[in-house]
């Protein structure tokens, strides 16, 4: 019997969804064999357009065919011996996805093993008939599309058996388009088709195409936010999302298909946006801030991301930079960061968004009003990264607002996270305040936000957290209003940032940072971060308990 809080949350995560994310999830289930007969629609010669260059982009993946047949993915190896083992049970369905993705086919020195990606090619249609396993579900399907494409289109021969094989699974795409899901799936869909769609020729490539391109339009007018950053607010997922629009404007220039010539320029446009966006979004260690669902080595860096639409042509972007006097500071507004330049070697992003789009929020965690910190070029502050994905408790935990450098409120999360990718009642943030004050000291940088995600708790609190930045100086004003038994604010370490006592931080650079806290009682504890899939590496958190309705907690540096 599902119980009434149960029912709640349901309700509250149901009644956000796009009637089209029901319908189409109904229609998969009762439509089943109508889908797989469009699936095995028969396909028994393909063939290939006349492009005017060949396929060439930077290839940067690690390579995760390590030896014949042993496949290395998030940090474990695994054999392919027998047809069983892509689908393996004593496997994670996300290994078994990136098994079917064939991302080895677009990794570093790629071409230098023409015969083992032969193999691999052949070993994955002879061992996965149209619709058998993982392999034939739509994410997958796009992403080895994708690769199938990138790495034929290098070639000057492919055999006719592997043009019909990608030419199956476009159709059986093109027939579950994720639109119960939409967001990114729908974006991987939609690449992937316009891919098949301009490497075939005749009617059935000028329908992947027409199909892929009708997704395209819609989905990156969408999920590309005015100030250049991807509506799921993940740093990882937008540094993807942003590789595949530059693969997109490659495929139009080396494939010169009319229809997508004319969609170039305002691609490039996205990309540039998009660039400055992630620009603003790295530590000075070039690297990735952890927002949501964010983690290394799964998507593209800054630096590799720029180099390609350098090489497309696009504008080099324009991030923040240190200013001579003042504090520099940059609101993000369409997806809700706000990016401040302390001064020293450092950066300081600070979340005051909303819990991503609101019928798609599977990649948010309960992070409202945290925030990282860089200084002297090395991480301080930072959120505890994305190790796995999966419904366990480590899962749940890693999205916790517990796992955040913000306050949590009588041991509940700021947005209700559940089941893996599940969001029920959500944090509303309120419109950010942002101004300059003189003080005794210079100018001070003062930011103010609140969030109504506690008020659904018997006391109804709200927690409103400021942020005033001075030369050397970061203070910080957590206030709670309304009725509760327990708060505790968190801040995590970088695993090189070393505790003395509760009251000061020893960088690797050999500068220190003195910390106070005022109306609240700092203990340090054990802790971890995720910076990859797979990954736990020991770390410490200051963990500081209210004393009262409000928290004051200095940071000071030299």
């Avoid at 995720?530 to 409000?550: K, L, M, N, Y």
Wanted: overall charge neutral; hydrophobic content about 40%; aromatic content about 10%.
């Amino acid at each position: 019997m599902i119980g009434s809080g149960h029912l709640s949350r349901l309700f509250h995560t149901v009644r956000h969804l796009r009637g089209e994310q029901i319908a189409y999830r109904l229609y998969y289930r009762l439509a089943r064999p109508l889908v797989a007969q469009q699936a095995l629609a028969s396909i028994t010669e393909l063939a290939r357009r006349t492009w005017v260059r060949p396929w060439v982009a930077p290839l940067i993946a690690p390579r995760s065919h390590v030896d014949q047949g042993v496949f290395e993915f998030l940090g474990e190896r695994g054999c392919l011996e027998k047809s069983g083992d892509w689908n393996a049970v004593n496997k994670t369905k996300l290994w078994l996805y990136n098994l079917h993705y064939l991302d080895d086919l677009n990794a570093v020195d790629a071409d230098a093993r023409p015969d083992q990606q032969g193999w691999l090619i052949q070993r994955w249609i002879d061992d996965n008939p149209p619709l058998a396993g993982h392999g034939w579900e739509p994410y997958p399907l796009s992403l080895r599309i994708g690769n199938l494409v990138k790495w034929c289109a290098r070639q000057t021969q492919v055999s006719p058996e592997w043009l019909v094989s990608i030419g199956r699974q476009a159709q059986a795409l093109a027939v579950q388009e994720e639109r119960h899901i939409l967001a990114n799936h729908l974006f991987a869909n939609g690449k992937a088709l316009t891919f098949a769609g301009a490497f075939f020729a005749g009617d059935r490539g000028g329908q992947w195409l027409k199909g892929g391109l009708r997704i395209l339009d819609r989905e990156i007018s969408e999920q590309f936010l005015p100030d250049g950053g991807h509506f799921e607010l993940s740093p990882m997922y937008h540094s993807t999302l942003l590789w595949d629009m530059c693969d997109l404007v490659n495929l139009a220039e080396r494939s010169a298909v009319p229809e997508l010539l004319e969609r170039a320029a305002a691609w490039r446009g996205v990309i540039e946006r998009g660039l400055a966006w992630l620009e603003s979004m790295c530590h000075p260690d070039g690297e990735i801030s952890f927002f949501n669902d964010a983690a290394f080595g799964i998507a593209p860096q800054f630096r590799q991301i720029k180099a390609y639409a350098g090489a497309l042509g696009c504008l080099e972007s324009k991030g923040l930079t240190e200013a001579l006097s003042g504090i520099p500071c940059t609101h993000l507004g369409d997806t809700g960061y706000i990016v401040v330049i302390p001064g020293q070697g450092g950066k300081a992003l600070l979340d005051v968004a909303a819990v991503g789009p609101a019928y798609q929020p599977g990649h948010a965690h309960a992070d409202t009003l945290s925030f990282e910190l860089s200084l002297f070029g090395q991480r301080v502050l930072v959120n505890s990264g994305t190790s796995r994905y999966g419904e366990d408790t480590e899962r749940q935990r890693q999205r916790s607002t517990a796992a955040h450098n913000t306050v949590e409120i009588d041991g509940e999360d700021s947005s209700e996270v559940w089941a893996g990718f599940r969001v029920a009642r959500r944090a509303r943030p309120s419109v950010p305040e942002i101004w300059r004050e003189r003080g005794m000291e210079g100018e001070e940088l003062r930011i103010r936000c609140a969030h109504d995600g506690y008020r659904r708790l018997p006391g109804r609190p709200l927690h409103q957290r400021q942020w005033m930045f001075a030369k050397g100086r970061l203070r910080m004003i957590d206030s709670l209003s309304g009725q509760f038994r327990k708060a505790v604010c968190r801040f995590y370490l970088h695993p090189d940032v070393q505790v003395a006592g509760n009251q000061e931080l020893h960088l690797q650079s050999g500068h220190s940072i003195l910390l106070s806290v005022f109306g609240g009682t700092a203990n340090v504890v054990s802790s971890t971060w995720h910076p990859q899939f797979g990954a736990c590496v020991p770390s410490h958190c200051i963990e500081i308990r209210f004393d009262s309705a409000e928290l004051i907690i200095d940071f000071s540096w030299k």
